[in-house]
Nanobody
Framework: QLQASGGGLVQAGGSLRLSCAVS????????MGWFRQALGKEREFVAA????????LYSDSVKGRFTISRDNAKNTVYLQMNSLKPEDTAVYYC????????????????????WGQGTLVTVSS
């Protein structure tokens, strides 16, 4: 089970840190990703991290502003979001997937088998 939290209302230029706590399964061997879905739009990739945390991948729209990280001892994945913009407003989802112990990073929905519920981030202008 994946449980995302940390969403809320923030002004443009502000910061939020999302957390994704995992339980009930050994997710530490999987890559993790964050996706988001704005109202009326398709779900889009935000960031991904390998099982070890050694490699990361970002969408162009968040690169340089967002940072994905993980603490396998705490079974938690984070998304630090800085310099937030109104266009970052969306429901954010965390997901786990790919082959166990893989060093590949994935930016598409179909590579992730396990999804958490979303957490809403609203950025006001």
């Amino acid at each position: 089970q994946l449980q995302a939290s940390g969403g809320g209302l923030v002004q443009a230029g502000g910061s939020l840190r999302l957390s994704c706590a995992v339980s009930g399964r050994t997710y530490n061997k999987y890559g993790m990703g964050w996706f988001r879905q704005a109202l009326g739009k398709e779900r889009e990739f935000v960031a991904a991290i390998t099982w070890s945390g050694s490699d990361t991948l970002y969408s162009d729209s968040v690169k340089g502003r967002f940072t994905i990280s993980r603490d396998n001892a705490k079974n938690t994945v984070y998304l630090q979001m800085n310099s937030l913009k109104p266009e970052d407003t969306a429901v954010y989802y965390c997901a786990a997937g790919g082959n166990p112990w893989s060093t590949e990073l994935h930016a598409t929905n179909d590579k992730y088998s396990y999804w958490g519920q979303g957490t809403l981030v609203t950025v006001s202008s």
